[in-house]
T-cell receptor, first 112, second 114 residues
Framework: NAGVTQTPKFQVLKTGQSMTLQCAQDMNHNSMYWYRQDPGMGLRLIYYSASEGTTDKGEVPNGYNVSRLNKREFSLRLESAAPSQTSVYFC???????????FGDGTRLSIL | GENVEQHPSTLSVQEGDSAVIKCTYS??????FPWYKQELGKGPQLIID?????GEKKDQRIAVTLNKTAKHFSLHITETQPEDSAVYFCASKRGSSNTGKLIFGQGTTLQVKP
């Protein structure tokens, strides 16, 4: 998955802690997305950014905030982590909203 | 609401056999249908996609068919190889949406036995 870099790859948090997941792309894509993947539920969209300077809620935004720092970077923040947010988080990018999406390798987050 | 059902959840085939995974979508306005392959510890990788103006698309051993009337689409893998073993996800996207929002199926774990 060259082109979409997510950091960190793994993280363990305690309930109530905060954390920011980072995503950077070098594909010069306009649109960026954050998904979470849970067993048996496929991937669900948390937030997306259709273009630099814009962000919108997806299917499961509660408990999260995002920042589209510039065209390359899109971060996901958990202000007060809860065990229900234990998941694998994927960032994706696309040239435009009607173009194929390309995924990073994910951040595996556990909240105790 | 929008929904994509994917079947089967697990599929085991012998090397060289064909594998078929089926998805049904609920939103009749959907017009873009990608398929992703996910290997252990990796992100989903796009392997093929189809838009609603065509009924079938092929890429070497992989093909996707779309039946808009029945609102279902299928992934066909021929001459399967052990390296095809992975989790496969289908997805759909609403045509009128400018969000890029994909609705994913629940995934199919494919095992190809040597």
């Amino acid at each position: 998955n060259a082109g979409v870099t997510q950091t960190p790859k793994f993280q363990v948090l305690k309930t109530g802690q905060s954390m920011t997941l980072q995503c950077a792309q070098d594909m010069n894509h306009n649109s960026m997305y954050w998904y979470r993947q849970d067993p048996g539920m496929g991937l669900r969209l948390i937030y997306y950014s259709a273009s630099e300077g814009t962000t919108d809620k997806g299917e499961v935004p509660n408990g999260y905030n995002v920042s589209r720092l510039n065209k390359r970077e899109f971060s996901l923040r958990l202000e007060s982590a809860a065990p229900s947010q234990t998941s694998v988080y994927f960032c994706a990018t696309s040239r435009g909203s009607n173009q194929p999406q390309h995924f990073g390798d994910g951040t595996r987050l556990s909240i105790l | 609401g929008e929904n994509v059902e994917q079947h089967p959840s697990t599929l085991s085939v012998q090397e060289g056999d064909s594998a078929v995974i089926k998805c049904t979508y609920s939103d009749s306005a959907s017009n873009y249908f990608p398929w992703y392959k996910q290997e252990l510890g990796k992100g989903p990788q796009l392997i093929i996609d189809i838009r609603s103006n065509v009924g079938e698309k092929k890429d070497q051993r992989i093909a996707v068919t779309l039946n808009k009337t029945a609102k279902h689409f299928s992934l066909h893998i021929t001459e399967t190889q052990p390296e095809d073993s992975a989790v496969y996800f289908c997805a759909s996207k609403r045509g009128s949406s400018n969000t890029g929002k994909l609705i994913f199926g629940q995934g199919t774990t494919l095992q190809v036995k040597p």
